[in-house]
């Protein structure tokens, strides 16, 4: 199993540019999240989502947005990129709700210029 | 905001226990404490997690206190490799849409000398 899978691992935009990250995931975890995390800072949630059409926002959701068609993929979309959107991104799942660990993705880590 | 508290930093010696504490004074009975790690900017990496009884398993084990509101992550025979971010991370066990979300702090950075 590769569990949660991110691509691209680095990336560079320019202000104003657009982009998706892609995130993968093949245990058929049912929870999926989109984390960022700034230098030196814990990690913060973007979204989240807990089956297949069904999204919610989290604690930093501005500037982004996501869409669950299926239960293997997760992407998160930047429009617009910003200065303040340079950080770490993390994908993780969980089988569902109930006492269980995430799984989390090497990250993606992009650069707004 | 997190709800837990913890040092910021730690040192342990190759070898030795490492014992990492965490404060959760205001845990509720339905709420889990789970521990994960995060090594140099990797993606965090999940540990143990548990309710009320000590646990333990390949990576490390969990100490709970009697009254819950705290507790404590040990490694019993710290490497190098270790040397990471650790989280305590409380949470409930069963839930639906955002309060199964995990709430990361800043964590406690370890460092494990030779």
């Known amino acids: 199993n590769a569990g949660v899978t991110q691509t691209p691992k680095f990336r560079i935009l320019k202000i104003g540019q657009s982009m998706t990250l892609q995130c993968t995931q093949d245990?058929?975890?049912?929870?999926m999240y989109w984390y960022r995390q700034d230098p030196g800072m814990g990690l913060k949630l973007i979204y989240y989502?807990?089956?297949?059409?069904?999204?919610d926002k989290g604690e930093v959701p501005n500037g982004y947005n996501v869409s669950r068609s299926t239960t293997e993929d997760f992407p998160l979309r930047l429009e617009l990129a910003a200065p303040s959107q340079t950080s770490v991104y993390f994908c993780a799942s969980s089988l569902s709700s109930g006492p269980y660990g995430y799984t989390f993705g090497s990250g993606t880590r992009l650069t707004v210029v | 905001d997190a709800k837990t508290t913890q040092p910021p930093s730690m040192d342990c010696a190759e070898g030795r226990a490492a014992n990492l504490p965490c404060n959760h004074s205001?845990?509720?009975?339905?709420?889990?404490v789970y521990w994960y790690r995060q090594i140099h900017s990797q993606g965090p990496q999940y540990i143990i997690h548990?309710?009320?009884n000590n646990e333990t398993n390949e990576m490390a084990s969990l100490i709970i206190t009697e009254d819950r509101k705290s507790s404590t992550l040990i490694l019993p025979h710290a490497t190098l490799r270790d040397t990471a971010v650790y989280y305590c991370i409380v949470r409930v066990g069963e839930y639906g849409g955002s309060q199964g979300n995990l709430i990361f702090g800043k964590g406690t950075k370890l460092s494990v000398k030779p």
């Open positions: 548990g309710l009320k």
């Open positions: 989502s807990v089956g297949a059409g069904i999204t």
């Open positions: 245990m058929n975890h049912n929870y």
């Open positions: 205001t845990i509720s009975g339905n709420e889990y």
